[in-house]
């Protein structure tokens, strides 16, 4: 079984001060882990990617998250916020086993960045 | 371009009359999927399918149907549509299914609007 969640609904920062999107995830095998973006009215849009290469993983537009497999978390993290960063956060697992091409999302986060 | 379409994009319809929302990528993908998206929720996956003629169910699958007959097509078909599918819908495609660290990248499309009344 696999389960993801995202500690925070709701996540408001003001521009050029740091973003952390915190997410925990819970799996029965060695898991793939994703972040995926989606502005308002947008479709979904991967971020960044881990697949056990490298604990810390760098996206696009400045984000990163890093897997810490004694903590179960893969929190995203960005150093400055930007206006154009506002929107809904997903952290996504896939896990081993049987679950083929199975991704369990979690809640989601709203980001809010105020001027 | 690579992409993944649905059709329609928006649809208001009435309880009871079947529909069908197109989805169809060109991307010679394997893997596809449809989630539902409903808020506070994230995104459930409701059906997916790992290759032709072969599908299989996702979290949330009742009242929802699909086909895959083409590598390209997967249409999600509402026999006798409710209230409580009226949600947000997307199709989704990867080269292979995968799982765990081979899962593939899943590429998403714009979104179907769908209210039943």
């Known amino acids: 079984a696999q389960s993801v969640t995202q500690l925070d609904s709701h996540v408001s920062v003001s521009e050029g001060t740091p973003v952390l999107l915190r997410c925990n995830y819970s799996s029965s095998y060695s898991p793939s882990l994703f972040w995926y973006v989606q502005h308002p009215n947008k479709g979904l849009q991967l971020l960044l990617k881990y697949t056990s290469a490298a604990t810390l993983v760098k996206g696009i537009n400045g984000f990163e998250a890093e897997f810490k497999k004694s903590e179960t978390s893969f929190h995203l993290t960005k150093p400055s916020a930007h206006m154009s960063d506002a929107a809904e956060y997903f952290c996504?697992?896939?896990?081993?086993?049987?679950?083929?091409?199975?991704?369990?999302f979690g809640q989601g986060t709203i980001l809010t960045v105020h001027p | 371009e690579a992409q993944v379409t649905q059709n329609p994009r928006y649809l208001i319809t009435v309880t009871g009359k079947k529909l069908t929302v197109t989805c169809s990528q060109n991307m010679n993908h394997e893997y596809m999927s449809w989630y539902r998206q409903d808020p506070g929720l994230g995104l459930r996956q409701i059906y997916y399918?790992?290759?032709?003629?072969?599908?299989d169910k996702g979290d949330v699958p009742e009242g929802y149907k699909v086909s895959r007959k083409e590598k390209r097509n997967f249409p999600l078909i509402l026999e006798s549509p409710s209230p409580n599918q009226t949600s947000l819908y997307f199709c989704a495609s990867s080269l292979r299914p995968g799982r765990g660290f081979s899962t593939d990248t899943q590429y998403f499309g714009p979104g179907t609007r769908l209210t039943v009344l």
């Open positions: 399918s790992m290759n032709v003629e072969v599908t």
């Open positions: 996504v697992v896939s896990a081993g086993g049987t679950s083929y091409g199975k991704l369990t």
